[in-house]
């Protein structure tokens, strides 16, 4: 699977492509979905144990079992996270590299669209999440979290730090579930990647645009069915919308930059993809990911705090 002339002339011209059935919903999406309930299944026991759960308690499927963690204030979304967080990381900071994420994150078909972007030397770059999110009528009010609940308007730039300002990359947004305006798709600004990037600040738990810098901007969500990628350009600004459904919302963003250029997560883990040129270099053991992963983990453990970018909430343009 690649893209056609027209797709790659759209990218170019918005910023943006919606592609739909990138991952094939057997070999790809099945495998993703069985591990992450075996996941939640051990966190489960592991607060059933821990007394934070009734004994009887087996909480339902996948996503009632999300909703009531949730609820009784237990912290579901790091463990299942494909990255460790930014801040005070410990050796027991739990993330999420499971052997099927790995194969979703080289799956061929995925990287084929990935290439016909960016070309044929394609490195896995670490800044990358899973998004759970329950419905917004079950959140706190202060739940501000771009991985729970709706994420404010920003450019990806901006979350990596200085050093890969030139470097050519995409993000490729991965619906596990269906993503649709109500339970909170993505959005994006169309040929807002052509404008140069706009000051963060970090407000309310996340890292975003100003609003007055967001005036006179015209907003277009981005459904998208399961399987399905959006892909966009590392200025182009978006967000998503807050979860209006009854279910929950799932899925992955992971980005890809040509292999050799800074990925502005140095600290965490980048791994070579695909590789016309040298194609012994590609890593094609997910065991040696996750280890790569603890590896980082046990680094960052010996030092005070990880700062992931570069803006600070004093700034002028934050006031
Ligand atoms: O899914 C979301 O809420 C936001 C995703 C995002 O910011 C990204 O994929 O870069
Ligand atoms: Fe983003």
């Known amino acids: ?22 991952l ?11 591990e992450y309930e075996a996941v939640l299944d051990r966190l489960w026991q592991g607060w059933v ?13 996948f996503e009632e079992r999300i909703v009531k963690a949730y609820t009784a204030g237990l912290e579901y979304f790091q463990p299942m996270d494909i990255s460790l967080p930014p801040g005070s990381i410990t050796e027991e900071t739990p993330f999420h590299a499971g052997p099927a994420v790995f194969a979703m994150m080289t799956d061929d078909r995925l990287l084929d669209v990935v290439e016909a972007i960016i070309g044929p030397e394609i490195t896995s770059n670490p800044i990358q999440h899973v998004r759970i999110k329950p419905p917004a009528v079950d ?10 609940a709706a994420t404010d308007w920003h450019q990806d730039r901006a979350v990596t730090l200085e050093e890969a300002d030139d470097t050519r990359m995409v993000t490729a947004w991965v619906a596990v579930s269906d993503a649709t305006v109500e339970n ?5 600004i169309p040929g807002s990647h052509r404008g140069a990037m706009i000051p963060h600040c970090p407000e309310a738990g996340q890292v975003g645009i100003p609003a007055r810098m967001m005036a006179g901007r015209e907003a277009r969500p981005l459904p998208v069915g399961a399987g399905g990628v959006v892909l966009f350009h590392p200025l182009t600004i978006h967000g998503s919308l807050s979860n209006r459904s009854q279910s929950v919302r799932w899925s992955f963003d992971i980005r890809y930059n040509v292999t050799g250029e800074p990925t502005g997560r140095p600290m965490f883990p980048s791994f070579v993809a695909r590789s016309a040129r040298a194609p012994e ?16 983990r ?4 010996q030092q005070e705090t990880t700062t992931i970018h570069r803006w600070s909430p004093d700034a002028a343009h934050c006031a």
């Open 139 to 148: 959140l706190r009010d202060d739940e501000l979290r771009a991985h729970i």
């Open 281 to 296: 270099t590609v890593l094609r053991d997910p065991h040696a990911w996750r280890r790569m992963w603890e590896a980082a």
């Open 184 to 188: 909170g798709c993505l959005q994006v």
């Open 24 to 34: 094939d919903r057997t070999r790809t999406l099945d495998p993703l979905i069985a």
């Open 49 to 61: 144990r821990a007394g934070a759960l009734e004994p009887g308690d087996a909480g339902g499927g």
């Open 298 to 301: 046990s680094r960052l453990a």
């Open 1 to 22: 699977m690649s893209l056609t002339a027209e797709q790659l002339r759209r990218f170019g011209e918005d910023g943006f492509l919606v592609v739909e059935n990138v």
